[in-house]
DNA sequence: CGAGGATAAATGAACGTTCATTCTTTTTTA
DNA sequence: TAAAAAAGAATGAACGTTCATTTATCCTCG
């Protein structure tokens, strides 16, 4: 039977860790699954791998999810939740155009080197036939406020008038590649080239 | 025995076609490779598959790579190969900095939109781990020239001082990301979009 | 409150398939 | 006719997934 429902449906008062105990596990096998798609590719990690570093049975994966795809799906669309929620956290309509886009980008920035692997698992993602189309197209929709204010932008005259691919291409993807480098040993991200970066994006978009 | 060897020393007079059938054979399996990699990702493209596509027994293309990981490896440098081969050949070191930059920068793109095959083939080995560490750091010297425009450009204060990291990720790096949205059907990318984006590119490197 | 029977969760071993690679034979080339 | 190239079938290992069984949890009743 499926494990979440249980969850739900526990209220005995001697098991206090206990509730939470299915969802350590959870959390075990997204961190390792991670970790290992990031280091060997999605095709290279076998269940068995992501079995023994979460310390738990592979038969056990599929309490969690229905099968292998279905696994990097799920762990795929709630990374990206976590990415988006945290980068719109403070987020509200009301602020300027230009302050609100720092502001966004910050938190892109800050979410993408605090959670580096994380990052680099949506960049895989994202970039590679390795999810669902669905679940490619159910990521993209978080991504509404940051639109939005791009939207304000532009009918006030802020931002260049362009496609949203083309602001995006300019001002977060290049985050993504600068992590990858530095995954890759290539590149050392300091604090300065952070606030380098932003300039750049922010120039690169405004009119 | 190896392929290669025997078309050297192959002076036959009555073949003009067969003295290249086996290069033929050889891109065979490189277009195979590359489509099936740009569709499935490469753990999951099977050898068998390759050689139907090419046309080939699997056993065959053990005749032309070691492996499985030496066929990416070597199509992948061979692919790096003619796309800076391309992209810098009408570099000359005389040409004022903002201009040869334009030039390359136009080249790359020309480049990526006519091969696009071949640039997300690309994107995808510099961002995921499928090809060998040594291949990739052989592929990174192929762009010395651009590198040098880049410090010709801080010295003369046209550029801004930046990492040669940086600068890749804000004006060459947009462009593979912008393909790889393209191939995936979410953006189409019309002559309008390349003037924007050489613009944006120039705006947020430039002094 | 505490034991024990029922239910759910977790496991390791097993299954069937697929894959990379090799071996033996056939075909092509010189 | 000899030597290289190509082929298809064979091999052994690895994988995703399932199954039969064990272990942990829960609820009821003494």
Redesign the interface.
């Known amino acids: 039977m499926n494990v979440h429902l249980s969850s739900y449906l526990c209220t005995s008062k001697h098991k206090m860790s206990e509730v939470q105990k299915s969802e350590l596990k959870r959390k075990a096998l997204v961190d390792a699954t991670i970790s290992l798609v990031?280091?060997?590719?999605?095709?290279?990690t076998p269940i068995s791998k992501i079995a023994k570093i979460a310390s738990v049975s592979p038969a056990t994966i599929y309490l969690y999810f229905e099968n292998k795809q279905d696994l990097v799906n799920k762990i795929y669309l709630q990374v990206k939740e976590e990415f988006t929620s945290y980068s719109f956290a403070n987020y509200s309509e009301e602020t300027p155009v230009e302050q609100s886009f720092k502001e966004i980008w910050n938190r892109i920035a800050q979410f993408k080197m605090g959670r580096m692997d994380k990052a680099i698992f949506l960049?895989?993602c994202d970039?590679?036939?390795?999810i669902d189309e669905s679940s490619?197209q159910e990521g993209?929709k978080h991504l509404q406020p940051l639109l939005d204010v791009w939207n304000r932008g532009k009918e006030d005259q802020l931002i260049?008038p362009?496609?949203d691919?083309?602001l995006?291409?300019?001002t977060i993807?290049?985050?993504s590649?600068?992590i990858?480098?530095q995954q890759?040993g290539?590149?050392k991200i300091e604090a300065q080239?952070l606030e380098?970066?932003y300039q750049?994006?922010w120039?690169?978009?405004k009119l």
Chains 1, 2 share one sequence.
Not at 38 to 44: D, I, M, P, V, W
Not at 127 to 130: E, K
């Open positions: 990031n280091n060997n590719g999605f095709h290279a960049a895989q970039n590679t036939p390795v490619r993209i260049k362009l496609s691919y083309l995006y291409a300019y993807n290049p985050l590649f600068l990858v480098m890759q290539s590149f080239h380098e970066a750049a994006a120039n690169s978009i």
